[in-house]
């Protein structure tokens, strides 16, 4: 199915919606899930909630792509349940490796991010930066921050 017929029939507020979404992106949102936890029940679950925020999200708003929509959700409901473990002082070496890679990225981002004119200056500067790799190299660093 089509993701603007998928889109639509979120604003239809038909439960098919809720269907179709994991029939075609199940497997999309469990991998980016357990690229974060490595643990089938929490990224399950993750999914899962992702389909309950697209519902409570959709409308007012209108992704102009699902698929990075649904990505999106997924990974921030999955670093929240990383964190609620780690808080839980659940830690393993996989988590003790995200948190250092987290934290990485906190350092690059977490500065500025609350003034507009700087978060879209560097996004303007990541844009360039990754214009500028090769197309594999540019595809490891969004894997390596994105899917981590």
């Given amino acids: 199915m089509e993701d603007t017929v998928i889109i639509n029939l979120y604003f239809d507020r038909s439960e098919k919606a809720i269907q179709a ?20 029940e929490d990224s399950n679950e ?3 909630d992702t389909w309950l925020a697209t519902w409570n999200s ?14 999106k959700i997924t990974r921030n409901l999955a670093i929240d349940c990383f ?13 003790l490796e995200l948190c250092k890679e987290l934290e990485e990225i906190e350092d690059v981002t977490a500065y500025s991010l609350n003034d507009e004119i700087q978060r879209k200056e560097i996004l303007e500067i990541l ?22």
């Fill in 21 to 40: 979404t994991e029939e075609k992106y199940s497997r999309y949102c469990f991998s980016i899930a357990w690229n974060v936890l490595y643990d089938k």
């Fill in 58 to 71: 959709i409308p007012p708003r209108k992704p102009a792509i699902l698929s990075a929509f649904l990505g």
């Fill in 83 to 95: 964190r609620r473990k780690k808080a839980a002082k659940r830690s393993t070496e996989h988590i």
């Fill in 127 to 148: 844009e360039k930066f990754l214009e500028s790799l090769k197309k594999g190299d540019c595809d490891i660093f969004i894997r390596r921050y994105w899917y981590m």
């Fill in 46 to 48: 993750c999914v899962n």
